[in-house]
């Protein structure tokens, strides 16, 4: 799809991100996916995206279509550099062979892996000049977006449901005030809000209009949650 196609694509859709983060093993994803499976209607217009570990996206690839699930893949990282010398990285062209998203910016990654703006600018870089669709998490009204991002993220870090035990879900109608913001600055952004979202609150987020979906951590590792936010979104 070229760029704009794709912005069309997105600004009519809403999204479903779950972000297993470090979590699950082959087994466990391929339980996961066939409780996912058993409960799964498409709905018209409401995209499911599941980002995962590197070492389980050949597997969940293979699973997905082999069950003909219209859902999609994406990874929880990428390299800033292309191919070459750099051991250890995974980079753009090799993951645009097995997803379509890639998660760039998460609070986490740059707390506990020190990575910048100028780190995660290359990375938003690198996977879309590979035709990979970066969803770039932003922890605040003030973090900086490259140009021509189609998809941000706002998750605060405070809402983050691991980050705390008294970690809470944001506002819904500041997040739809929040959403306009960002909004205002880059025509056909895609805005998804994350922190804390579960199958009780989600509804709250995604009936907004400047809301166009959802990224969910802890309760997306269960099957049976994340069908039910799917359900309810
Ligand atoms: P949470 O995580 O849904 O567990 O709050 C969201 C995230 O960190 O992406």
Redesign the pocket.
């Known amino acids: 799809m070229r760029r704009l196609e794709k912005l069309l694509y997105h600004m009519k859709n809403s999204l479903i991100v779950a972000?297993w983060k470090s979590n699950k093993t082959i087994p466990e994803a391929n339980d996961w996916l066939a409780k996912l499976a058993s409960g799964f209607t498409k709905k018209e217009g409401k995209e499911v995206v599941l980002c995962v570990s590197f070492p389980l996206l050949h597997f969940l690839r293979e699973q997905i279509s082999k069950s003909n699930l219209d859902i999609k893949l994406g990874a929880q990282d990428v390299s800033q550099f292309p191919e070459g010398p750099y051991t250890g990285e995974v980079n753009a062209r090799q993951l645009k062979e097995l997803a379509d998203y890639v998660i760039i910016g998460?609070s986490e990654r740059r707390e506990r892996f020190g990575e910048n703006k100028d780190t995660l600018f290359e990375k938003v870089k690198r996977a879309t000049e590979q035709s990979l669709l970066p969803i770039f998490c932003v922890q605040n009204e003030n973090t900086e977006v490259p140009d021509g991002q189609i998809i941000v993220a706002y998750?605060p870090p405070d809402?983050?449901?691991?980050s705390s035990p008294d970690s809470a879900p944001e506002d819904p109608e500041e997040m739809e005030n929040v959403a306009y913001g960002f909004k205002s600055q880059g025509p056909g952004l895609v805005f998804l809000y994350?922190?804390?979202?579960d199958q009780n609150n989600v509804r709250e987020f995604t009936e907004k209009n400047s809301i166009d979906g959802v990224?969910?951590?802890?309760?997306s590792l269960s099957a049976e949650e994340f069908l039910g936010i799917y359900q309810n979104a």
């Open positions: 972000n998460h998750e809402a983050i449901s691991t994350g922190g804390s979202v990224l969910v951590g802890a309760k």
